[in-house]
Nanobody, 123 residues
Framework: QVQLVESGGGLVQAGGSLRLSCAASGRTLSWYNMGWFRQAPGKERELVAT???????YYADSVKGRFTISRDNAKNTVYLQMSYLKPEDTAVYYCAAGSAFQPGRTIDDYRFWGQGTQVTVSS
């Protein structure tokens, strides 16, 4: 089992930055694909970014160039650096861990989920 706890959410003005953290316990994150997802009110949960191994990353078009996913295996933590935030980035952000044997591009590829952290971007 992997337990994931997100932190770092909050209220920020448009154009600002936030860094989300996802701390894991139970197993080392280096064994897993890691992903960040988000869900806005009334919308489906969507993929934001993923990281496979140490360096292979993927970003949704809506955040490409603004968000950066990274992992620190020594700290068993995954990060999402968010810059140039827009009001449409407002959502609950979830961290997830999934098998390294899966592509890691869909919700179904992820087995373990955090409780989420709220990000609100004001205009």
């Amino acid at each position: 089992q992997v337990q994931l706890v997100e932190s770092g959410g909050g209220l920020v003005q448009a154009g600002g930055s936030l860094r989300l953290s996802c701390a894991a316990s139970g197993r080392t994150l280096s064994w897993y694909n890691m992903g960040w997802f988000r869900q806005a009110p009334g919308k489906e949960r969507e993929l934001v970014a993923t990281i496979k191994g140490g360096t292979t990353t993927y970003y949704a078009d809506s955040v490409k160039g603004r968000f950066t996913i990274s992992r620190d295996n020594a700290k068993n933590t995954v990060y999402l650096q968010m810059s140039y935030l827009k009001p449409e980035d407002t959502a609950v952000y979830y961290c997830a861990a999934g098998s390294a044997f899966q592509p890691g591009r869909t919700i179904d590829d992820y087995r373990f989920w955090g409780q989420g952290t709220q990000v609100t971007v004001s205009s």
